[in-house]
């Protein structure tokens, strides 16, 4: 525990290797609308401890303050009915800056828990109906983070995926409807030998990362170093990673702003669907992920424009959940 009492998180820095693991992280923050990323892999290879980590890298955000929906202050559009008619009646919404979350879905968590439900007993108690916000109201403007969705009811994966699509969440229960913003990036962890996701859902993820364990042994005992010098003094430890965390989330900020301006040329949209074309992906989702893919790549290495290596790199993120499956091969690598 730290002196604020939050338990301290191995920070993003610290993680030896696994660069695909963290630039897929990183990229889906720079651009939120890449739809998420999965990550598969062997237990214990610094999954779920990145994407913990991830915390400490996300953007300060304007919230309404006390708005269980996160409702954005400067958007009417982004806030929630409450805040709406607030704002509607001339209301000086109070804003609260914090960094946006991470938020933890647990995967017994129940279809209620995940999107909301009316609160029976204040309707009972006092005659009145009042939403009981669930878990997408909480991580409506951050990270939605399922440890082994794989294993998650396909039912609420579905439900997740929807929400991410549309941006929306709505509660129905008893005759009454609430829709509430539910914008956040899915991230999810899986160790495919637990199982496998269907390959419908696998698609809607934006990108997908296969993470191995190490294979340096010199990386190996610098990961069982630094693990140990965390164990024993974790502040001292985030202490000591502290500037290249600013640094790191310094970067990406600067990519957040430098993102909307960059652009892509005819002859790169084409390069990003012969790709697509030789890996005889379904649809079209492919080239639309590759494209956002690349040009958060461009804004990452500070530049205005896609370049023919931003797409090398979006491929190997964008495609290897998408191919469509040999006969006799299920596994996606
Ligand atoms: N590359 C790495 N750098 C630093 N620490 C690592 C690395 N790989 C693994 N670890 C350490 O190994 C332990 C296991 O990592 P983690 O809990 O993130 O595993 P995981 O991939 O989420 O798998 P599981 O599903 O088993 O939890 C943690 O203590 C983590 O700090």
């Given at each position: 525990?730290?002196?604020?009492g ?9 993680i030896?290797g ?8 990183i990229?889906?923050v ?16 610094a ?10 890298l ?20 982004a806030?929630?009915?409450?805040a709406?008619?607030?704002?509607d ?12 979350r991470?938020?933890?879905l647990p995967?017994?968590a129940?279809?209620d ?11 009972l ?6 939403i009981?916000p669930?878990?997408?109201?909480t ?23 929807d ?5 929306v ?7 009454i409807?609430?829709?509430?913003p539910?914008?956040?990036?899915l991230?999810?962890t ?12 696998l ?6 990362v ?5 294979s ?19 502040d001292a430890?985030?202490a000591?990673?502290?500037?290249q ?12 702003a ?11 949209l ?13 649809g ?26 931003d797409v ?8 290897p ?13």
């Amino acid at each position: 525990m730290n002196p604020s009492g939050a338990r301290a998180v191995y920070p993003f820095v610290a993680i030896v290797g696994q660069e695909a693991l963290k630039k897929s992280l990183i990229l889906n923050v720079i651009d939120p609308s890449l739809s998420g990323v999965l990550i598969r892999g062997e237990k214990g290879t610094a999954k779920s401890t990145a994407v913990r980590a991830l915390a400490a890298l996300l953007p300060e955000i304007d919230v309404v303050e006390g708005c269980p929906f996160q409702s954005d202050p400067h958007d009417r559009r982004a806030m929630a009915p409450d805040a709406r008619a607030r704002f509607d009646a001339g209301e000086r919404l109070p804003v609260q800056r914090r960094k946006a979350r991470v938020v933890e879905l647990p995967i017994s968590a129940t279809e209620d828990r995940v999107i909301g439900t009316l609160d029976l007993e204040h309707a009972l108690k006092e005659g009145a109906k009042r939403i009981e916000p669930g878990l997408l109201a909480t991580a409506n403007r951050g990270i939605l983070y399922v440890d082994e969705v794989n294993l998650l009811d396909d039912h609420v994966v579905d439900v997740l995926l929807d929400s991410a699509a549309m941006g929306v969440n709505t509660i129905e229960r008893e005759g009454i409807s609430f829709t509430h913003p539910a914008r956040f990036t899915l991230v999810g962890t899986m160790n495919p030998e637990e199982g496998e996701l269907r390959p419908q859902l696998l698609d809607r993820f934006g990108l997908c990362v296969h993470v191995e364990g190490l294979s340096s042994p010199e990386d190996r005992v610098e990961v069982v170093k630094r693990r140990a010098a965390f164990e024993r003094d974790a502040d001292a430890f985030a202490a000591q990673w502290r500037e290249q965390t600013e640094t790191l989330g310094a970067d990406i900020a600067a990519a957040m702003a430098r993102h909307p301006m960059v652009e892509a040329e005819d002859s790169i949209l084409l390069d990003i669907a012969k790709r697509s074309l030789a890996m005889g992906v379904d649809g079209h989702r492919a080239d639309i992920v590759m494209l956002k893919t690349a040009k958060a790549l461009a804004a990452w290495h500070g530049r205005d424009t896609v370049v023919a290596a931003d797409v090398d790199e979006a491929a190997t993120l964008a495609l290897p959940h998408r191919m469509r499956r040999r006969p006799f091969e299920d596994v996606v690598r």
